[in-house]
């Protein structure tokens, strides 16, 4: 039976860039304040091995938030990152944090990697193009995600970059790249070849 968690592992994992003693997870969960109506049942159907990125553009609901599912993630063996707060992250035990694209290029980072780079947690960033991506390699980050791959919901006007372009810029650096927007059962087989190390999404069904 075809799943989302067995496509994406047949992708290139991405090893752990101190050491390489495990891999990154290779379908990873982006909760939504509007298109996810119950982000604790979307972590339930989730894969061992999976992970998870908590993104709410309020602060008191992101908290709310993470309170529940980081020790959910946490009982299930499901990596879980926060979006923007390493405090939070800190305080709750989180696996890392995620920085959107915009604060990986402007924001003030330092704390975030100070904290990254005595805890040795997990750092991933946002990227809709070479100039981020390469933003994200200067700060070491663990994986880039780039988007939008595809034709998305949330976005549909959104210019994408398509498979032959996704590719090319994940040939471009050296960290492992994570596609996201627009993956379904027939886009997720036009990056096999592509040298992605996963996938991440919002709304697909991953059972």
């Not at 159907?45 to 709410?56: E, F, K, N, T, W």
């Not at 997990?122 to 933003?135: C, Q, W």
Request: aromatic residues 4%.
């Amino acid at each position: 039976m075809y799943t989302f968690a067995n496509a994406a592992a047949r992708l290139r994992p991405g090893t752990h860039r101190r050491g390489g003693l495990w891999v990154l997870p290779s379908l990873w969960l982006m909760t939504d304040a509007v298109r996810m109506e119950d982000p604790v049942a979307a972590v339930l159907r989730l894969p061992r091995g999976s992970g998870v990125i908590l993104r709410h553009t309020d602060p008191a609901r992101l908290r709310a938030l993470a309170e529940i599912l980081v020790p959910l993630c946490r009982r299930r063996r499901v990596m879980c990152l926060i979006a923007g707060d390493w405090r939070l992250a800190a305080r709750l035990k989180a696996d890392g944090v995620h920085l959107p694209e915009r604060m990986a290029r402007y924001g003030t980072v330092a704390a975030t990697l100070l904290w990254r780079r005595q805890s040795g947690h997990v750092l991933t960033t946002a990227a809709h193009g070479l100039r981020a991506m390469v933003d994200g390699v200067r700060l070491k980050t663990d994986a880039i995600l780039l988007a939008p791959v595809f034709t998305t919901a949330s976005h549909p006007r959104t210019r994408t970059l398509g498979a032959v372009r996704f590719t090319a810029l994940v040939r471009q650096v050296s960290c492992p790249v994570l596609a996201l927007g627009g993956i379904t059962a027939g886009t997720i087989k036009r990056l096999t070849a592509s040298g992605a190390s996963g996938i991440a999404g919002i709304s697909w069904n991953v059972n």
